[in-house]
Structure formats: C-alpha cells, structure tokens
C-alpha cells in the first residue's frame, strides 16, 4: 500500500500531472493517463511492471484491487486509502493493481520500433 501511495504520490508531483490536471481538472486525470504519460514511459522496454522494478523480494499480494481505468487518480487513491484505514489494512499490505503489476510498455514499445522483451498484456493475464 506505502508503494502504490508513493508512485501515484509522486506522479502527481511531476509537472507534466500538474498540466494535465490544469487541462482536464484535477479530479479527472485518469488511469489511462497516469499510464500514458508515467507508467509506459517509466517502464517501457525493460520488459516488467512498476511493481517488478520496485521490489527485490517477491511475494504474493495480500489482496487484489479491480478499478476503473477512467475513474480519477485521486477518487482511486482516497478511496483505497479509506478501504484500508476502515479494514485496518497496514502499509506494508501487498497490493495487486493492474496498472503497476502488468507490463503496460509492450504495445508502445513495438509502435516505436523498440525491440521489447516483456510479455504482452494477454501472455500476463
């Protein structure tokens, strides 16, 4: 949960959110935009998720979130943080979340004529 807090944490803190939220309004920056314009980007043809790169040590997730791509960065983030603090759910919880578990990079990479060696969304799923 720290995790997850912190990349979206420090998206939010990049000046290209800050023009994104000036464009759209702050409430309606997107999954699909945090993907766009951080995920792919920070990841893309190193073949692993955000959350492969940011661990050494694997372990299962403690609990599976299922979201809406268009719903709000900031909906999605209070949301979770109020699920836990209402279930007693600590900060070193392991959470699964499409967006930072999957590799998100494949398709952009192959668009840009980068050779990529992460799988596909489907060979995840």
């Known amino acids: 949960l720290d995790q997850w807090n912190a990349i979206v944490d420090h998206a939010k803190a990049q000046p ?3 023009a994104l939220a000036n464009t759209k ?18 990841t893309i043809g190193l073949g692993v998720g ?10 299962p997730a403690d609990i599976m979130l299922s979201h809406c791509w268009a719903e709000g960065v900031q909906e999605c983030q209070t949301a979770l943080n109020d699920f836990c603090q209402a279930h007693g759910l600590a900060g070193d919880t392991r959470v699964w979340f499409c967006l930072f578990a999957n590799y998100q990079a494949h398709s952009a990479s192959k668009a840009r004529g980068l050779q ?6 489907r060979a995840q799923l």
């Not at 955000?50 to 372990?59: C, G, K, P, R, S």
């Open 16 to 18: 290209s959110y800050e």
């Open 25 to 42: 309004g702050a409430v309606a920056v997107n999954m699909y935009d945090l993907n766009n314009h951080f995920v792919i980007p920070w």
């Open 116 to 121: 990529d060696t992460g799988p596909t969304i």
């Open 50 to 59: 955000l959350a492969l790169l940011m661990n050494t040590e694997y372990a």
